[in-house]
């Protein structure tokens, strides 16, 4: 099975920040990396698809980068309702597999 | 629009089947895949079954003597089967969407606890 190694495991930021999460796969994923957004009681809600692709409806302040082993969740510029735990998922080959989660805590 | 709601029992005993409902709207079966992905508290998300458009199956090898996937699709939903439950198995199950690519959207969740 592929391994994704989440970074970090909590941040801390304020408003207006600009924050990177980390995921790094234990062989290459080929870009088949999805970002989710998770806030307590909600369904998942998916930011990036492919490493790179904004998901419709998704503010553009989210950005996915990376290739090979290592991917990058960019979000530029903080707003309040950004602070949730955010995670990875890798769906080069099954099992499809999940980083450990980036819990993004008001500073 | 789309939406996935799971259903199911919410406490199982030790060594019983869990049965779980996953019923969709906004979108047929026969045109997208339903996966099943589970969180222990504190713990980190595990795939675990998919059926797919066509009705073929896929499962994590870790659980696959345990786990059944199957649909109705005249009533827009995916049944997942887990037995021989350990405590381990508690935790919140989350049904997802695939298309084109993977668990596009999902449920709410619904937690399971295996207690006696």
């Known amino acids: 099975d592929i391994q994704m190694t989440q970074s970090p495991s909590f941040l801390s930021a304020s408003v207006g920040d600009r924050v990177t999460i980390n995921c790094k796969a234990s062989q290459n994923i080929n870009k088949y990396l999805n970002w989710y957004q998770q806030k307590l009681g909600e369904a998942p809600k998916r930011l990036i698809y492919?490493?790179?692709n904004l998901q419709t409806g998704i503010p553009s302040r989210f950005s996915g980068s990376g290739s090979g082993t290592d991917y990058t969740l960019t979000i530029s510029s903080l707003q309040p309702e950004d602070f949730a735990t955010y995670f990875c998922?890798?769906?080069?080959?099954?099992?499809?597999?999940f980083g450990s989660g980036t819990k993004l805590e008001i500073k | 629009q789309v939406q996935l709601k799971e259903s199911g029992p919410g406490l199982v005993q030790p060594s019983r089947t869990l049965s779980l409902t996953c019923t969709v709207s906004g979108f047929s079966l026969t045109s997208y895949g339903v996966s099943w992905v589970r969180q222990p508290p504190g713990k980190g998300l595990e795939w675990i079954a998919a059926?797919?458009?066509?009705?073929?199956?896929d499962y994590n090898s870790a659980l696959k003597s345990r786990l059944s996937i199957s649909r109705d699709t005249s009533k827009s939903q995916v049944l997942l089967k887990m037995n021989s439950l350990q405590t381990e198995d508690t935790a919140m199950y989350f049904c997802?969407?695939?298309?084109?690519?993977?668990?596009?959207?999902w449920g709410q969740g619904v937690m399971v606890t295996v207690s006696s």
């Open positions: 059926i797919w458009s066509g009705g073929s199956t």
């Open positions: 492919n490493t790179n």
């Open positions: 997802a969407r695939s298309g084109y690519t993977p668990f596009d959207y």
């Open positions: 998922l890798q769906h080069n080959s099954f099992p499809f597999t």
